[in-house]
DNA sequence: AAACATAATTAGGTAAGCCTAATTATGTAT
DNA sequence: ATACATAATTAGGCTTACCTAATTATGTTT
């Protein structure tokens, strides 16, 4: 069996490793999971003697392939909850992550496929983030930052690199929703912020800090 | 904040003293729990100090007004995420209990008032089981067992007395649901068996440990 | 009242997961 | 090559929630 801090633990090194490659070192653990250093160090040991990750001392840690496997399988309840939360329980994209922190840890594999059915076996969660299906595997993903568009490039909005509710609540405020359709009209080259048209209808200016952190697909 | 073992504390307590009345002893709650007695006594110690509930050495516990709340809201919460996994994720009434006790412990408010609205409110669990409501407070109850009928009676299942698989697996085979109108036909002196109607169709036989596990109301 | 059985408590210990403070390793600047 | 800064590890401790074995309390027989 799995902890619930050994999971926290393969979540986050999955995700270090998905943004920063290969090895993952023991202060970013430490910073991701508020936990001191020095208690990192002594629980990273005892995962790699469960050969949940590969462990050298004083470089760093890889998920091995169990972990990986289990590091996905929390994702993707983790994401599937989060659909539940919005499409069935009427919560906005900023309230439910906390939620899906505490519902990723159920155990119980009939309940997650029966949800993954119930749902209509979605994609992507409410954030854009693709859904691993129960083997760990993804769709493929094109999706790039806006930030990486030239003028005249017709995009559709399709997740979020950031999640902070910060972000969250700002692009809701700018009435800007996963789906829109963003017509990049003119980049700035002072401040590298951008004017796009949404939907064909506002215009608007969206600085470099937003841009970078909108991804999307080419139409 | 309760702890998980504090929430299970609180919950077998509550079920203990709603069963046998009263006082729980250190011994009927490390039964119940599955926990040594010798630790019981420990932990009960601390609930004690943090006043959720009332300990006399030696002689057992009660719930404080405190503990009682606690208690009533796991209750809730196990019971909501009951009728969930049975009405929308379509499992049987012998399957959601597991999965319950791990979701009832999930903290979230909105979430738990946003379920229950989801439902529709319901008045009671898959197990016939009245859900409270967020006060803590319950509907009436004028249910009583099968076994306290007489011949002639014509009553509604509304419950059961027994959660255990072995029980709801018989009922499930027996054909036997919440809601069905059942009507006392007769009674054996010898062995205190039961002949009953059901929904005016099919007549049955059962066994005085079945009818004793059956709550009825009277029509 | 003494003996016995059973229940409850106490004493002492363990594992999981965290902490702080001290030490050591690693990489960069001088 | 040496010094310095930063990262990582080690050493020693703490809390929670459990355990076993030993002791004490309680209630029932004889
Ligand atoms: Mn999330
Ligand atoms: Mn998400
Ligand atoms: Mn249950
Ligand atoms: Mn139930």
Redo the contacts between chains.
Sequence with gaps: MTSLAEENYLKAIYKIQEKHGDVVTTSALAETLAINAASVTDFIKKMAVKKLISYEKSKGVRLSEQGRQIALSIIRKHRLWEVW?VN????KWD?VH??AE??EH???D??IE??DK?LGYPKTDPHGDLIPDAKGRFIKNTSKPLSECSKGEKVKFTGVAEHSNAFLQYLTKSNIKLGDELLVEGIEEFDKSFQVKINNKERKILSKEVVKNLLVIAL
């Design positions: 939360l069935n329980l009427g919560f309230e906390e939620i505490q519902l159920v155990i119980s009939e309940l029966q949800l119930h």
